[in-house]
Every structure is written in C-alpha cells, then in structure tokens.
C-alpha cells in the first residue's frame, strides 16, 4: 500500500486530512449538545453507504488517501448515528 505514495496520493492524502477533518467538529458538537435535531436518518444512512463504497474503492485501487479518510469517515458518521439513537427522544 505505501509504496504507492506518488505526488499525486500526496495531493489526496491532504486533502484526505483537511475533509475528515473538517467533519470532526460535528461529532464532537453533537456529543456535547446531545442535539441531534438537525441529523435526520436517510441522511445519515446514505452517507454511511456512500462512505462504506468509497472505502470499498481506496481498497481496489490500492489508495492510501481514500483508505484514510473514509475509515476514519466511517468511524465519525457511526457515532453520528449511535447519537442520534441514543439522543432522539431527549428532552432539551
């Protein structure tokens, strides 16, 4: 897999960092609010699929960069809906 990394996989591998990154701030919101009034189910299960087939993807073509991000993608939208399960019904 490492031996892969060209100028190119560079280029995904930071740009990999900066969107997963910059979806962190979201979970780590929700799990303080508790709010998850704004995370509705379909969005959440089409994202979970979507994230699941690119991971899929950074696997067949051998890319670290895809392979990154989207488990770590896969591991943050997975807390998103353990939230939303456990937090749905809560009163604020």
Known sequence: ML???DGTEVIGLI???LTTAAFLPQV???RKTKDVSGLSYP???MFFIGVSMWLIY???KDSPALIF???VTIISVCLLIIYKIRYHNRKR
Do not use: Q, R, S
Request: proline residues 0%.
């Open 3 to 5: 031996a892969n990394i």
């Open 15 to 17: 740009a990999a960092v």
């Open 28 to 30: 780590y919101h929700t």
């Open 43 to 45: 969005m959440l299960l």
């Open 58 to 60: 950074g696997f067949l």
């Open 69 to 71: 991000a989207n488990a």
